[in-house]
């Protein structure tokens, strides 16, 4: 890595100072992007809540639909299919709904300018690569987003739905209604649609522990079994339905996406090795 990090024209060394200052700024102008598109979101409470937030909880959203009928494409009948989620939301907090409505723009504003904010923190660090540490990052904010959007969309449309639908309509007694605070309902959302989408980067930091020579393809195929076995327990986890059929559409994508990170392990370490 080129010893004089952080130069802005190629000649002056920055001081720790300007480095600092120039951090600084990178990160103003993100959390700018970010409340910026967390106030647009914040007007459009009706699509955002009602379509958006609030999709997974009715019966006829697109991941309720699609398995219904992929049970009847594989014979399953109606097994699949989820005709009615028994439970309702309500606010106990007098200011809840508003605090809500801020928090949902607030991670709405995050998701959408994640591209953005990649692309800063690569302004950022860029200056302190040479010029072959440049060529082989190159394609860093691109990959990155896509993961990351990958991540929030199946856990959006995968896992946010099974959770909510099972868990919504889990009963240890028909004499007990479940009426689901508005706050638990959104925490359990936002929650599986960040942490799912930070996992989704697997594959980048699988790249970058590579290249510094932490980890290496062997070490991948070589616990590739406890590997497996982990991402069925979250498989299990994630969608606590006894149903298998649901377990495996969680486990198949998290395993595809190991079996990449061992693609681009084994590629960075063949890049390193021509070296």
């Known amino acids: 890595m080129n010893t004089n990090a952080g130069k802005n024209d190629g000649t002056a060394e920055m001081s720790f100072l300007d480095h600092l200052e ?3 700024w990178h990160l103003v102008r993100s959390a700018i992007a970010v409340v910026a598109l967390a106030i647009t979101l914040f007007f459009m409470k009706a699509f955002v809540f009602d379509v958006i937030v609030l999709g997974p909880k009715h019966p006829d959203f697109l991941t ?10 594989i014979g399953a009948g109606n097994n699949l299919c989820i005709n009615s989620i028994p439970f309702s939301l309500i606010n106990t907090d007098l200011s809840g709904q508003f605090t809500m409505h801020m928090w949902i723009a607030f991670v709405g504003g995050l998701i959408i300018a ?7 923190i690569w302004r950022f660090v860029k200056p302190a690569l040479n010029e072959k540490e440049r060529s082989n990052t190159r394609g860093f904010v691109f990959f990155a987003t896509i993961l990351f959007l990958t991540g929030v969309s199946f856990s959006y ?6 959770t909510i639908n099972f868990l919504g309509s889990y009963q240890v007694s028909s004499e007990i209604a479940n009426t689901i605070t508005m706050d638990s309902y959104i925490s359990t959302v936002t929650t599986l649609t960040l942490a799912t989408g930070i996992v989704f980067e697997l594959p980048i930091v699988v790249y970058f522990l ?10 991948m195929r070589q616990y590739r079994k406890h590997a497996s076995v982990v991402i069925l327990i979250i498989g299990a986890v994630i969608t606590p339905s006894p149903d298998i059929s649901s377990q495996l559409l969680v486990s198949i994508p998290l395993y595809l996406l190991y079996e990449a990170s061992i693609f681009v392990s084994k590629y960075v370490e063949n890049r390193r090795l021509q070296v």
């Open 22 to 24: 120039a951090l600084r």
């Open 64 to 73: 309720y639909r699609l398995l219904c009928r992929f049970s009847h494409f």
């Open 114 to 120: 994640f591209p953005y904010i990649l692309w800063e």
């Open 157 to 162: 449309f995968m896992i946010v739905p099974l």
């Open 210 to 219: 590579t290249r510094f020579g932490i980890i290496s393809p062997a070490f």
